[in-house]
C-alpha cells in the first residue's frame, strides 16, 4: 500500500509523516525506514526507526531511490514501513518522474508486503488524476 502526502510548503506534511512514522513503529510487526533529505528528524521520531539520509548516499535521481528502496528490502526482508520525507528535494521537481516513481512504489510495496509513505510539495489541486488515487 502506498500513502501520498500532498501539499504547499509549511501545511504540514511532515508532522503528519512523523505521526504516522511513531505509530507506525508502535504497532509494526517489523522494521520501519524513513528516508530524509538533510538531518532534520533525528529528534521527532522514535530512535527504533532507521533513519537514512539520502544526502550522504548521492541519491538524487528516482532510479537511484528505486535502487536504493530494492537493496534495503533484499538485505531486510522485515521492512513493513518505508517513509520518504520530501521527495522533490531527493530527487529533483520533475513531476512525470515523481508521478511513475509513485507507481513503481506502489507495485513494490504490493509485491513485497509493505507500506510506502511519500511527502511532495505541491499543490493537491494540480496532482494529475493517477496521484490523486494515493492522496
Known amino acids: 500500500m ?4 500532498m501539499g504547499l510548503k509549511g501545511s504540514g506534511k511532515t508532522k503528519k509523516m512523523i505521526d504516522g512514522i511513531n505509530a507506525a513503529v508502535a504497532q509494526a510487526h517489523g522494521d520501519v525506514v524513513c528516508i530524509e533529505y538533510g538531518k532534520k528528524l533525528t529528534y521527532d521520531i522514535s530512535y527504533k526507526v532507521r533513519l537514512v539520509d539520502s544526502k550522504e548516499y548521492g541519491i538524487n535521481s528516482t532510479e537511484m531511490l528505486k535502487g536504493f528502496l530494492s537493496g534495503l528490502h533484499a538485505g531486510n526482508f522485515d521492512i513493513t ?3 520518504i520525507d520530501n521527495l522533490y528535494k531527493t530527487i529533483g521537481a520533475d513531476k512525470a518522474a515523481a508521478e ?3 507507481a ?3 507495485k513494490f510495496a504490493a509485491d513485497n508486503s509493505m507500506e510506502i509513505t511519500i511527502t511532495i510539495s505541491e499543490d493537491p489541486a494540480e496532482a494529475s488524476e493517477e496521484m490523486k488515487k494515493y492522496l
Open 2 to 5: 502506498i500513502h501520498v502526502i
Open 104 to 106: 513503481w512504489c506502489a
Open 81 to 83: 514501513h518505508v517513509f
Open 100 to 102: 511513475a516513481f509513485v
